[in-house]
């Protein structure tokens, strides 16, 4: 199996940052895509920025400009810098990754959550 670890979620007052991690473990014979979604109490889970192999990105709209995706591919670690955070931001934040493991098949995980609040 792989396991995603998520770290770096907290509290933090609005027009701050935080800086979410993502570390994937296990038989990785390659990744072709991690991104982070995120939902919010009562609502349905969203994506939040996406990161393919060959360094395309994508990002929702209602975070364009204020968070950025990257990737270290050696360390099979993905990263959100998020700044001038919102409220309407705070949510649960999840990491997934897509890929092959040994000895050859695909694999689809998710990291555990964690919590990101932003409130003064």
């Known amino acids: 199996q792989v396991q995603l670890v998520e770290s770096g979620g907290g509290l933090v007052q609005p027009g701050g940052s935080l800086r979410l991690s993502c570390a994937a473990s296990?038989?990785?014979?390659?990744?072709?895509?991690m991104g982070w979604h995120r939902q919010a109490p009562g609502k349905q889970r969203e994506v939040v920025a996406t990161?393919?192999?060959?360094?395309?990105?994508n990002y929702a709209d209602s975070v364009k400009g204020r968070f950025t995706i990257s990737r270290d591919n050696a360390k099979n670690t993905v990263y959100l810098q998020m700044n001038s955070l919102k409220p309407e931001d705070t949510a649960v934040y999840y990491c997934?990754?897509?890929?092959?493991?040994?000895?050859?098949?695909?694999?689809?995980?998710w990291g555990q959550g964690t919590q990101v609040t932003v409130s003064s």
């Open positions: 997934n990754a897509v890929g092959t493991m040994a000895p050859n098949s695909r694999f689809n995980s």
């Open positions: 296990g038989n990785i014979l390659g990744i072709v895509f």
């Open positions: 990161f393919f192999t060959g360094g395309t990105t």
